[in-house]
């Protein structure tokens, strides 16, 4: 619930009842700076053109900024804009002051962005921030994201991004945390918590937007705004879980998804805007439309012309128009010939004014000047928890005879061009860092004062370069070789057939083993990579990711043993692209892979994923022993002992998995309900812990019926979806 006090909610009955009708469609309207500024590019593209470095991001900011001058001012006069996308704070005041000091009301702004994964100072991208399994990590990183952004004049984040994603042709499972229900409704919590509860001050926090409301990451075929179909049961199970915890966190805004959802366009569909989110689920704050969304449910074929469009997100429970001007242009009209009620109008302006009371923006409306250069340096405790995060986030996969961690004095040839990239390391969706904060692997390894020398030899977009493969040869004892994605390969409208190494890659590897001199490669990438050539062939695998800022220091701390790997999968990788979707929660099937011919298999390829979700290797090794379970009341008490029996601390991630055997509609073989991070010494063994209400282990029908069924339940406690310990018992509710 959004927590405004009684006497709030009356004043904004009051302001609700002077408004005219005009004034109330303004605040229903979101534009972008595309519009405002007469560019004629769309912003999503000026996103894209800084991203792939068509334009600097410095030409960027001042697009952003110049554009606002051009706004047209009479409009916020007028009081027919609510929200805005602009990040400068001194323009964020300038037009904040036309609608507080010169509009009839003085109702405030409400200014919006993508922050995805951090503001200024970039932490990891979604996908890998969730292999960190850590609650409290992603709840700090959230807090420093909005006090960043704040004393920038954004009030507003289109984050956190919660698609449940299963297939990783689809370019945005990238922003998301991954495959699973339980650790995507986690990072919901904690995101939603660390952006908006430190109302302390109205500079600590920022209005969250779940999205995409709901299922974006089941499109079809993995293609970026493809149809998404789906039962009911699968729809409450895997993909309504995160924002129905994230509803229940106080979340302030959420933002409708552009597919179709079993044939209805989520930014008109009813039955999720208004029955299961604003009903069900009790969301008291606002929906806003994803960008041109309700234009295009003329190109959908669900509505005739835009001026039906407009009406029928209004009365399917759609707020806020991000982009279009549709609500600007059609509504008044609407209205006037009773085709729309105001009631319905007066429903959607009393929520986003709700919003914009709980930011504070009535009493205090303007950044600060004082703050505003607050973070023009990077503080360092923000830098340093980017690091812990990127840290925290890589995944060691493969480390055959401990060729990792090396040795600083070993002389490395560094290689691979993704290395030397510094506006690679921020990953897709970072708009508003500065290139020049941001460390590369290269400068890491040369700020941990490694015996390194670098050697482009190629990349993911370029060719190879056959003179520095032979320096990079001779010269170094061992070869690391960073490969995988540039940003711009993952994200939106990134969706890919093929999920081999880009380019010549693969190509680059071979020549590497060919010298017969070790290879340890550094994966830099937005998405799980079919990596089974890799996986065979190629001693050392770590999963860096797109850390953010402080990439290169944190790789070097992972691969010079400053820090042990603690990285687990927060999604399933493919051996090749064609298994796509695969996922460890899956049903049974009548006759699950095997052996034998007849049996739910693939004749060219196994079905298993090459490596799974939860999987991580570490620089120690650890063994599990004597799991029990036992019924406790309302509870299962889990406890399994963890021991440390390598050589160095460690810390691992006890993943609790529980399967429902039988059930009145078919279950998957696993479902993560639980998980705990302990650090152990060399030698250590400690028992582990672990709850289950037993209320949390039932499923939803396609009748949309939360279910307990008595019947046999497996539990399983283990360091990953594959390899756990296993114990049977009856459980009745
Ligand atoms: C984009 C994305 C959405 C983003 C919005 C504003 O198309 O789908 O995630 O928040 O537009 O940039």
Same mark, same amino acid.
Not at 680 to 703: A, D, Q, S, T, V
């Given at each position: 619930m959004i927590r405004i006090s009684d006497k709030q909610k009356e004043w904004i009955k009051k302001l609700l009842s002077q408004m005219t009708l005009e004034e109330k469609i303004g605040q229903m309207n979101q534009e972008s700076v595309s519009i405002v500024g007469g560019f004629d590019v769309p912003f999503e593209e000026l996103i894209e053109m800084v991203t792939d470095g068509r334009i600097s991001q410095e030409a960027f900011e001042k697009i952003m900024s110049t554009a606002a001058q051009d706004y047209h001012e009479a409009d916020i006069r007028a009081g027919r804009v609510g929200s805005l996308m602009v990040q400068n704070p001194r323009?964020?005041?300038?037009?904040?002051?036309? +609608?507080? #000091?010169?509009?009839?009301?003085?109702?405030?702004?409400?200014?919006?962005? %993508?922050?995805?994964?951090?503001?200024?100072?970039?932490?990891p991208i979604a996908i890998a921030e969730a292999c960190?399994? %850590?609650?409290?990590?992603? *709840?700090?990183t959230a807090r420093m994201a909005a006090k960043e952004s704040r004393t920038q004049g954004v009030n507003w984040h289109f984050a956190p991004m919660? %698609?449940?994603?299963?297939?990783?042709?689809?370019?945005?499972?990238?922003?998301?945390?991954? *495959?699973?229900? =339980?650790?995507?409704s986690c990072f919901a919590r904690a995101k939603v918590r660390g952006l908006q509860n430190d109302t302390s001050s109205p500079e600590n926090y920022v209005a969250a937007c779940l999205k995409h409301f709901v299922a974006y990451g089941a499109c079809e075929a993995g293609r970026d705004y493809n149809t998404v179909s789906m039962a009911h049961s699968m729809l409450c199970n895997n993909y309504l879980p995160p924002f129905a915890a994230a509803v229940e966190e106080g979340a302030a805004t959420v933002m409708a998804a552009f597919h179709d959802l079993n044939g209805v366009p989520c930014t008109v569909n009813a039955g999720i805007l208004r029955t299961m989110l604003k009903e069900n689920y009790g969301f008291d704050g606002f929906v806003v439309s994803d960008a041109n969304?309700?234009? #295009?449910?003329?190109?959908?074929?669900? &509505? &005739? %012309?835009? *001026?039906?469009?407009?009406?029928?997100?209004?009365?399917?429970?759609?707020?806020? !128009?991000?982009? /279009?001007?549709?609500?600007?242009?059609?509504?008044?009209? +609407?209205?006037? !010939?009773?085709?729309?009620? #105001?009631?319905? $109008? !007066?429903?959607?302006?009393?929520? $986003?004014? /709700?919003?914009?009371?709980?930011?504070?923006?009535?009493?205090?409306?303007y950044v600060e000047e004082r703050s505003m250069d607050r973070y023009e340096v990077l503080p360092r405790e923000h830098l340093a928890l980017a690091r812990e995060a990127g840290c925290k986030s890589a995944v060691l996969l493969k480390n055959e005879g401990h060729l990792l961690p090396l040795h600083k004095k070993t002389k490395i040839s560094l290689v691979g061009s993704l290395a030397d990239k510094k506006e690679e390391v921020a990953g897709a969706w970072a708009i508003s860092y500065r290139t020049n904060d941001c460390v590369s692997i290269k400068e890491g390894f040369e700020n941990a004062g490694a015996n390194v020398r670098y050697f482009p030899c190629g990349g993911p977009d370029t060719e190879l370069e056959e003179e520095e493969i032979k320096k990079a040869a001779s010269y170094g004892d061992v070869i690391v070789a960073v490969v995988g994605e540039t940003a711009a390969m993952s994200g939106e409208a990134a969706s890919k057939?093929?999920?081999t190494l880009p380019g010549k890659q693969r190509e680059l590897l071979e020549k590497l083993l060919a010298t017969g001199k070790p290879v340890a490669v550094l994966l830099m990438n937005g998405r799980p990579l079919a990596l089974h050539w890799e996986a065979e062939h190629i001693p050392a695998i770590l999963e860096c990711w797109q850390m953010g800022v402080e990439m290169g220091n944190a790789v070097a701390d992972l691969v010079f043993g400053a820090v042990n790997p603690q990285g687990r999968l927060s999604v399933s990788?493919?051996?090749?692209?064609?298994?796509?979707? $695969? =996922? =460890?929660?899956?049903?049974?099937?009548?006759?699950?892979?095997?052996?034998?011919?007849?049996?739910?298999?693939?004749?060219d390829v196994t079905e298993q994923p090459e490596f799974p979700f939860g999987f991580g290797l570490s620089y120690t090794e650890y063994q599990y022993h004597n799991l029990t379970v036992r019924e406790e009341g309302d509870r299962l008490v889990v406890c399994v002992e963890v021991e440390n /029996?390598?050589?160095?601390?460690?810390?691992? /991630?006890v993943q609790l998995y529980m399967r429902d055997v039988t059930a009145s509609i078919v279950r998957p073989v696993k479902e993560l309900k639980g998980f705990e991070k302990v650090t152990l010494e060399p030698g250590e063994r400690r028992e582990i812990i672990l709850c289950l209400k037993k209320e949390e282990m039932g499923f939803y029908n396609n009748e949309g019926e939360y279910r307990l069924e008595d019947g046999v339940f497996t539990i399983y406690a283990g360091g990953n979806a594959r390899d756990c310990l296993k114990q049977d018992l009856y459980i009745t509710f």
């Amino acid at each position: 619930m959004i927590r405004i006090s009684d006497k709030q909610k009356e004043w904004i009955k009051k302001l609700l009842s002077q408004m005219t009708l005009e004034e109330k469609i303004g605040q229903m309207n979101q534009e972008s700076v595309s519009i405002v500024g007469g560019f004629d590019v769309p912003f999503e593209e000026l996103i894209e053109m800084v991203t792939d470095g068509r334009i600097s991001q410095e030409a960027f900011e001042k697009i952003m900024s110049t554009a606002a001058q051009d706004y047209h001012e009479a409009d916020i006069r007028a009081g027919r804009v609510g929200s805005l996308m602009v990040q400068n704070p001194r323009k964020c005041n300038e037009l904040q002051k036309i +609608a507080v #000091e010169e509009s009839r009301l003085g109702i405030p702004l409400l200014f919006g962005l %993508d922050v995805i994964h951090g503001f200024r100072t970039v932490y990891p991208i979604a996908i890998a921030e969730a292999c960190a399994f %850590d609650m409290d990590l992603f *709840e700090r990183t959230a807090r420093m994201a909005a006090k960043e952004s704040r004393t920038q004049g954004v009030n507003w984040h289109f984050a956190p991004m919660l %698609d449940v994603a299963r297939d990783a042709r689809w370019g945005r499972v990238s922003e998301g945390p991954g *495959e699973d229900p =339980y650790l995507v409704s986690c990072f919901a919590r904690a995101k939603v918590r660390g952006l908006q509860n430190d109302t302390s001050s109205p500079e600590n926090y920022v209005a969250a937007c779940l999205k995409h409301f709901v299922a974006y990451g089941a499109c079809e075929a993995g293609r970026d705004y493809n149809t998404v179909s789906m039962a009911h049961s699968m729809l409450c199970n895997n993909y309504l879980p995160p924002f129905a915890a994230a509803v229940e966190e106080g979340a302030a805004t959420v933002m409708a998804a552009f597919h179709d959802l079993n044939g209805v366009p989520c930014t008109v569909n009813a039955g999720i805007l208004r029955t299961m989110l604003k009903e069900n689920y009790g969301f008291d704050g606002f929906v806003v439309s994803d960008a041109n969304a309700i234009r #295009e449910c003329v190109t959908h074929g669900i &509505a &005739a %012309d835009e *001026e039906a469009a407009g009406q029928t997100a209004v009365k399917a429970g759609l707020d806020m !128009d991000m982009g /279009t001007q549709i609500y600007k242009k059609h509504l008044k009209q +609407a209205v006037a !010939d009773g085709r729309l009620s #105001e009631k319905l $109008i !007066d429903e959607a302006v009393e929520r $986003i004014l /709700t919003v914009k009371m709980w930011l504070g923006l009535f009493e205090h409306p303007y950044v600060e000047e004082r703050s505003m250069d607050r973070y023009e340096v990077l503080p360092r405790e923000h830098l340093a928890l980017a690091r812990e995060a990127g840290c925290k986030s890589a995944v060691l996969l493969k480390n055959e005879g401990h060729l990792l961690p090396l040795h600083k004095k070993t002389k490395i040839s560094l290689v691979g061009s993704l290395a030397d990239k510094k506006e690679e390391v921020a990953g897709a969706w970072a708009i508003s860092y500065r290139t020049n904060d941001c460390v590369s692997i290269k400068e890491g390894f040369e700020n941990a004062g490694a015996n390194v020398r670098y050697f482009p030899c190629g990349g993911p977009d370029t060719e190879l370069e056959e003179e520095e493969i032979k320096k990079a040869a001779s010269y170094g004892d061992v070869i690391v070789a960073v490969v995988g994605e540039t940003a711009a390969m993952s994200g939106e409208a990134a969706s890919k057939a093929d999920l081999t190494l880009p380019g010549k890659q693969r190509e680059l590897l071979e020549k590497l083993l060919a010298t017969g001199k070790p290879v340890a490669v550094l994966l830099m990438n937005g998405r799980p990579l079919a990596l089974h050539w890799e996986a065979e062939h190629i001693p050392a695998i770590l999963e860096c990711w797109q850390m953010g800022v402080e990439m290169g220091n944190a790789v070097a701390d992972l691969v010079f043993g400053a820090v042990n790997p603690q990285g687990r999968l927060s999604v399933s990788f493919p051996q090749v692209t064609g298994q796509c979707p $695969i =996922y =460890y929660n899956h049903p049974n099937t009548g006759r699950p892979g095997g052996k034998s011919k007849f049996t739910s298999r693939y004749l060219d390829v196994t079905e298993q994923p090459e490596f799974p979700f939860g999987f991580g290797l570490s620089y120690t090794e650890y063994q599990y022993h004597n799991l029990t379970v036992r019924e406790e009341g309302d509870r299962l008490v889990v406890c399994v002992e963890v021991e440390n /029996t390598g050589t160095i601390t460690g810390t691992e /991630t006890v993943q609790l998995y529980m399967r429902d055997v039988t059930a009145s509609i078919v279950r998957p073989v696993k479902e993560l309900k639980g998980f705990e991070k302990v650090t152990l010494e060399p030698g250590e063994r400690r028992e582990i812990i672990l709850c289950l209400k037993k209320e949390e282990m039932g499923f939803y029908n396609n009748e949309g019926e939360y279910r307990l069924e008595d019947g046999v339940f497996t539990i399983y406690a283990g360091g990953n979806a594959r390899d756990c310990l296993k114990q049977d018992l009856y459980i009745t509710f």
